[in-house]
């Protein structure tokens, strides 16, 4: 069983397989901030839709979680701060995950909000399996990801 | 395994304060900006005009007896509308070829996305205003008409 283990381990770790995971996450994101920067408010109707954050807070979280989106990607790929981010895109996956769980358990039929915010998708399970197998590429870069094509091996 | 999540933890911060000042030097800084504390009312749509479902919406597609309001900008209207729909922004002054009917009075539905119902909402109220009577926001915007498979289409015309 432990053997199994460390093969997991060493594949997940295996260079390529790293930087897959690094490039993965860095296309989704940027792709993913592009209409949220480009349309805060319709972002922060999106949010709104989810019935869970407080009035008062919706507009500072569809103003700064793009930027989050946009500058994480965007330093995941070229390999500066790689653990930062990588923690940063795990933390925003895991909200992802509760507020599309908790959509679908309450039954809201909401559009997603994830990529597009016009005529966009619904919510389904699909996204949230896309959010989990992110949130893997996202251990394997906050773990390994200074192994390649890094800057800097993180501050000390 | 302690180590790099220190590590991690201390970049992150770092990404954090500094898109925290972009962000919202952007924001203070550009037109579509929007204001850091948003009431309620900010996203309940208001209007005078009744809401209509997809369903009953479908029903008068079907039968031809009504005529459907795209309020997005003209770029979504472009991208895809509702089969028959004139595009009425809520932002815009004009009101198209809209204006030329009210004399007959047709029973209008306005939509926009679900996510923008508001705009739905904007431009219904300039309609009942200029003297339309029979004004309708479709409740849940295109996502609910299409979720009924009823017919979209592409491009600039109805």
Not at chain 1, 43 to 69: C, D, H, K, S, T
Not at chain 1, 127 to 141: F, P
Not at chain 2, 51 to 75: C, H, Q, S, W, Y
Not at chain 2, 109 to 128: H, K, N, P, S
Request: hydrophobic share 55%; with cysteine; charged share 20%.
């Amino acid at each position: 069983m432990s053997d199994a283990i460390r093969m997991v381990e060493k594949v997940l770790s295996y260079k390529y397989v790293v930087f897959a995971a690094r490039l993965i996450l860095g296309v989704v994101f940027i792709y993913a901030s592009l209409e949220k920067i480009q349309n805060p408010a319709g972002f922060a109707q999106a949010i709104y839709n989810y019935r869970m954050l407080p009035e008062g807070l919706i507009n500072v979280m569809a103003i700064i979680l793009p930027w989050l989106e946009l500058v994480c990607g965007t330093l995941v790929i070229v390999g500066v701060f790689v653990r930062g981010s990588a923690l940063l895109i795990g933390a925003m996956l895991a909200i992802f995950i509760v507020a599309l769980s908790s959509a679908l358990m309450r039954g809201l039929d909401i559009s997603c909000g994830c990529f597009t915010l016009e005529g966009g998708r619904g919510i389904a399970g699909k996204t949230l399996v896309e959010d989990v197998l992110l949130l893997l590429c996202a251990a394997i870069a906050l773990l390994h990801g200074t192994r390649v094509f890094s800057f800097r091996r993180g501050l000390n | 395994m302690g180590d790099i999540l220190a590590r991690a933890v201390k970049e992150a911060a770092i990404i954090v304060a500094v898109v925290v000042v972009v962000a919202m030097g952007v924001n203070f800084t550009r037109d579509e900006g929007i204001p850091l504390i948003a009431g309620a009312e900010d996203f309940t749509i208001r209007t005078n005009a009744e809401f209509m479902v997809a369903k009953d919406a479908g029903t008068l597609f079907e039968n031809g007896a009504a005529i459907f309001v795209d309020a997005r900008e003209p770029r979504l209207f472009e991208a895809e509308h509702i089969e028959g729909a004139v595009n009425v922004p809520s932002a815009g002054e004009d009101l198209g070829e809209v204006a030329y009917m009210i004399p007959a009075d047709p029973v209008l539905i306005c939509y926009a996305t679900e996510a923008a119902e508001r705009e739905a909402g904007v431009t219904a109220d300039r309609l009942l205003e200029i003297g339309f009577k029979r004004v309708y926001v479709l409740r849940g915007g295109l996502e609910s008409w299409k979720a009924l498979g009823l017919p979209t289409v592409e491009g600039t015309g109805p």
